[in-house]
């Protein structure tokens, strides 16, 4: 298929997605989120996509949403923002974060607004050194969507959650790293390199144990400690009985690299 607003490839069991709108750093519009949207969708029940990698075209990852895709002006009619976030951005989070399999995030410039929590939804962020991450809601008037009031004060804690999203200040890479924002700050240059391998690891791995693990950690945060401990015995018990754990164990004792079937 053509996209007008995102690039799509797949190999080797990794499905890349590039947001492809570079003259406006990536911005959102409907025509994006719908083309997104179909594109994961069908990745959930592609038995060939045991890895997402979601980054962006040219200098930057994603800035928001785009402005100039609303009519918005003084004295101009008021904007149904929350139909915006309950149509686009709540579904694009929920779908990222309940993907049945990892999904890679690589930042290759700034990350602002619901750009910063798209990114901040993919399982594991690795960015570029010279990347930002600006809550630039406050801006304009506005709250961190897209889970950012959610996700902040749980990665970096409340202060620093209050302080990013009501300053609005850009947040670089290697401090992002630092506080646990992401997973990993990397040179410019190797961005990619590193995203890609990341990805073909996840796709080569034991799809099913993987999904498990993202999905038990995400859903931890609603569990109490003994809730939880029934959680995990239930996916141990499933997955010893998969045949990717008879071959994990098969090449461990066999001194070899296991070959994993995928789902």
Not at 74 to 99: C, K, Q, T
Not at 121 to 145: E, H, M, W, Y
Not at 153 to 158: A, E, H, K, Y
Request: hydrophobic content about 50%.
């Amino acid at each position: 298929m053509t996209y007008e607003t995102i690039d799509v490839a797949q190999a080797a069991g990794v499905l890349t997605v590039t947001l492809n709108r570079p003259d406006r750093l990536n911005s959102f519009t409907a025509a994006m989120h719908g083309e997104l949207a179909a594109v994961l969708a069908d990745a959930i029940t592609n038995a060939d996509v045991r890895a997402v990698l979601l980054t962006g075209a040219g200098r930057g990852f994603c800035a928001g949403q785009d402005l100039a895709d609303r009519t918005v002006a003084p004295g101009s009619a008021p904007v149904d923002l929350g139909e915006s976030v309950e149509r686009f951005y709540a579904p694009l989070i929920r779908r990222l974060a309940n993907m049945p399999m990892p999904v890679v995030c690589a930042v290759n410039g700034v990350a602002a607004g619901a750009g910063a929590n798209i990114a901040l939804a993919c399982d594991v962020v690795i960015a570029a050194r010279t990347a930002k991450f600006i809550q630039s809601f406050a801006n304009i008037g506005l709250i961190p969507d897209s889970g950012g009031t959610w996700v902040l004060p749980r990665l970096v804690g409340q202060a620093r959650a209050l302080g990013l999203a009501l300053t609005g200040e850009p947040l670089s890479a290697e401090k992002a790293e630092a506080w646990g924002l992401i997973w990993r700050c990397v040179d410019d240059g190797a961005l990619m390199d590193e995203a890609r391998a990341l990805a073909a690891r996840f796709a080569a791995g034991p799809t099913r144990a993987l999904a498990e693990t993202k999905r038990l950690i995400r859903g931890a945060w609603a569990e109490t400690l003994d809730a939880e401990l029934d959680l995990e015995r239930d996916a141990m018990r499933a997955l010893g009985a998969s045949d990717e754990y008879q071959e994990g164990v098969a090449a461990f004792i066999a001194k070899r690299p296991a070959v994993f079937s995928g789902r």
